[in-house]
């Protein structure tokens, strides 16, 4: 039923959507994404073969990598997040990939996660390659639902494929998971948040009398300020927070440059 | 020789500088800069029992920490640089730190590094904290002298101490190692710098007749300007990047805010 003539169709290949993680390529969340995306061109996923939440961020570079095709257009490395970014754009896919979408994650990547997070690692490493990039985790705890949040990766996507994103720049989403026959209350654009760092270190004796110390992870607290990214998931909120990877603090620099020591 | 009457001396304690690195608690580098900081006030150095440059950064929540005491005013903590300043701040040290000074790395942290070194992640950790924080990193690739490093460590530890650092704000300090008989220029207040990404896999058969890859990390270039630490290092300056932990992309959210999807 399309008008278009059969040789416009073929100038314009579709888009390559290029999915990783930080969860491993068996994770329900890539895969809900995965099939989610689907209706906007072709989906290419590029994942650890495992977690990889704790592993670096940083380029494997001590080792060699393995890729293995483990279905049609979905391929597994025994490496980082970044690993994944990385050889999927310059070995596996077939062009250049128009967007990165990493996720969904498995809990929340709110506030000063963003430097620690294998699933932003991804979309940082896309930006870096010039490849418009989101992040996109799920902020609950289990019984994980990622309807929602596929959802509005789609509605994002296609956005971003028509516009672009803003140069340097990833968007870091997180979206709620809500309490059964609750909605979510729509999106707000914004900025990272904060933890507040309480002493919540326990201190206790192991049988053999010797102490040992336990970081209390739960009980950290967040900045309250409106606009960021916790109170927006807090209050029912997808959050999108624009995460640049210049960490420079240009305003300061130039009172550094007059400093005397 | 000093005039202060006793009762002034004893108002005010020493400050308390605390050291750490990703290097580990063994290495040169870290040495070097808490024998350097003696003369500044009572070190503390709390650092990982060995290398934890591949580390996470987050904190360890999944396990118990355990902190052995070395040395007088030395400790080895079985996990990564930021659960050293965790642990240090609110259990090991009898007071509040003055400043964390982390490092001397061996290697550089310039560029996108600011993200993934375990060096930075520790600063990062004392910024959270609400403490001055630097990290110092020695630009070389072997036969490490950190003399240099450890001096300028001093000059800008002792300015700190007087006059503070920018709000969230850290100081990601390169020093070049210098070829022998040649001198440091001085140094430069610089912006982070940005890696080329080239295509540098390196594709392989294995004796087995597998295809691996290799990730070419040697072969990274960098994006010119003059104003990067890239740039200040290759010309024998030490660069002195302020980092800001906040990473949203401000002028990009009111953009956002007005995008229709």
């Known amino acids: 039923m399309s008008e278009t003539p059969p040789q416009d169709r073929m100038k314009k290949p579709k888009d390559i959507i290029l999915i990783s993680n930080d969860d491993g390529i ?3 969340g890539i895969k809900s994404l995965a099939k989610a995306l689907k209706k906007l061109g072709e989906v290419y996923v590029v994942a650890p073969d495992r977690e990889r939440s704790a592993a670096s961020h940083s380029l494997t570079l001590h080792r060699p990598l ?4 483990v279905g049609p257009r979905q391929y597994a490395v025994d490496g980082t997040p970044t690993d994944c970014i990385s050889l999927a754009v310059n070995r596996i896919l077939p062009r250049r990939p128009s967007i990165v979408v990493s996720g969904i994650n498995q809990g929340w990547n709110l506030g000063e996660d963003i430097s620690y997070s294998g699933t932003v690692s991804a979309a940082m490493e896309g930006t870096l390659l010039g490849i418009p990039s989101i992040a996109i985790s799920l902020a609950g705890k289990e019984r994980f639902n990622f309807k929602d949040a596929a959802d509005f990766a789609v509605r994002l996507t296609r ?3 028509k516009r672009g994103l803003p140069k340097d720049t990833l968007l870091n989403v997180n ?11 729509g999106y707000r654009v914004t900025r990272q948040g904060k933890r507040i760092f309480d002493d919540v270190i326990v ?5 053999r009398g010797k102490k040992y110390y336990w970081i209390g992870g739960d009980m950290v607290k967040w900045e309250g300020g409106s606009d960021t990214d916790f109170h927006a998931i807090s209050k029912g909120y997808i959050s999108i927070t624009p995460v640049h990877l210049d960490m420079t603090n240009y305003l300061s620099m130039n009172e550094i440059k007059d400093w005397r020591f």
């Not at 393995?66 to 095709?69: D, I, M, S």
């Not at 309490?179 to 979510?184: H, V």
């Not at 201190?203 to 049988?207: A, N």
């Open 26 to 28: 068996r994770s329900e």
């Open 66 to 69: 393995r890729v293995e095709k």
């Open 159 to 161: 956005r971003t494929l």
């Open 175 to 185: 979206v709620p998971q809500m309490p059964r026959a609750k909605k979510i209350k």
């Open 203 to 207: 201190e206790k004796v192991d049988p």
